[in-house]
Each structure stands twice: as structure tokens, then as C-alpha cells.
């Protein structure tokens, strides 16, 4: 049986990110895009990443280009994730999300969450520390409205 502990990614440095280094952790795992209404998002997912990785939360950005929002090259998105929000949790090469080509992380994603195909950039899907998935988020879902449920999963950590 296929666990999310099956998955490996590539970050934009070539790195491989192996879902197995996430065991034991809550992951927020995020189609994103750098031209989208919702790209301000990213600012929230780097506060929560902030706030939280020191106590066994993480989150990934997977960028797609699969609704014609996002820049031509990975260099390109990871210099403007980092230069206008700042970002430093993992982004990976950027991915499809949705038919032909589909990285096997959403297949994976979607069968255990339910809702169909991916709609648009930054639908979310939170992963328990036991690997399994606990929600997806609509893309319009602001990251800090999450933050109870990501407190919950991790254990009911106390906020700094």
C-alpha cells in the first residue's frame, strides 16, 4: 500500500526530498504560483513555517504551471518566492498537478482526500505526523486560518 513516505521530490537546487525524512512530522504540502491572485499567500505559509518548524511542522511548495500562472523556469519562481515573500521552506521544480504528466504526489494526494482534480493554485493538503492526510484547503483558504488545525496535529504545542 502506497504511503505519503513513498514519495520523493526534486527541490529547485537538484536536492531530492525524500518523504521519508518527514516522518513524525505535520507537512503542509501547496500547488503554487507566482503570477496568482493568491501568490500573497505566500507570506502566510512562511510565517507558519516560521512559527512552527521548530516544533515538527513543515511545509512544501510545489510549483505548477498548470493554470498558466507561474514563471517560466524554476530559477526564475524560486528568485521571486524568495526576493517579494521571503520564502525558505523547500520548493520543488515545478510539477502538474492535474492529467497527462501528473506528479504521483497529487494522484496520491487527491485519492486519499477526496474532491476531484486540483481547481487552481494553492490548494493545500495537510499530512499528520502518521503520514496520513488529515484535510485539503480550497486555494482561497488564507494559511493562518489553519494555524488551530496545524496545533492540533502537532499535538497541541504551545504558541511562542
Given at each position: 500500500m502506497t504511503t505519503?513516505?513513498?514519495?520523493?521530490?526534486?527541490?529547485m537546487s537538484n536536492q531530492p526530498i525524500?518523504?521519508?525524512?518527514?516522518?513524525?512530522?505535520?507537512?503542509?504540502?501547496?500547488?503554487?504560483a507566482s503570477k496568482c491572485g493568491f501568490t500573497p499567500q505566500l507570506t502566510g505559509l512562511e510565517a507558519l513555517y516560521k512559527q512552527y518548524k521548530d516544533k515538527?511542522?513543515?511545509?512544501?511548495g510545489l510549483p505548477s504551471n498548470q493554470f498558466n500562472q507561474?514563471?517560466?523556469?524554476?530559477e526564475a519562481t524560486h528568485n521571486f518566492c524568495q526576493m517579494h515573500f521571503g520564502v525558505t521552506?523547500?520548493?520543488?521544480?515545478?510539477?502538474?498537478?492535474?492529467?497527462?504528466?501528473e506528479d504521483g504526489?497529487?494522484?496520491?494526494?487527491?485519492?486519499?482526500?477526496?474532491?476531484?482534480p486540483i481547481?487552481?493554485?494553492?490548494?493545500?493538503?495537510?499530512?499528520?505526523?502518521?503520514?496520513e492526510?488529515?484535510?485539503?484547503?480550497?486555494?482561497?483558504?488564507p494559511p493562518e486560518s489553519l494555524e488551530p488545525t496545524i496545533i492540533a496535529a502537532l499535538g497541541n504545542v504551545a504558541e511562542d
Open positions: 505519503v513516505y513513498d514519495f520523493t521530490e526534486t527541490e525524500d518523504f521519508n525524512d518527514y516522518k513524525g512530522k505535520v507537512v503542509l504540502i501547496v500547488n503554487t515538527g511542522f513543515e511545509v512544501l507561474e514563471l517560466d523556469s524554476d521552506f523547500p520548493m520543488t521544480k515545478h510539477v502538474k498537478v492535474n492529467g497527462e504528466g504526489l497529487y494522484t496520491y494526494l487527491k485519492s486519499q482526500a477526496g474532491h476531484g481547481e487552481w493554485n494553492f490548494t493545500k493538503f495537510l499530512v499528520g505526523r502518521d503520514g492526510v488529515l484535510g485539503r484547503f480550497a486555494p482561497g483558504t
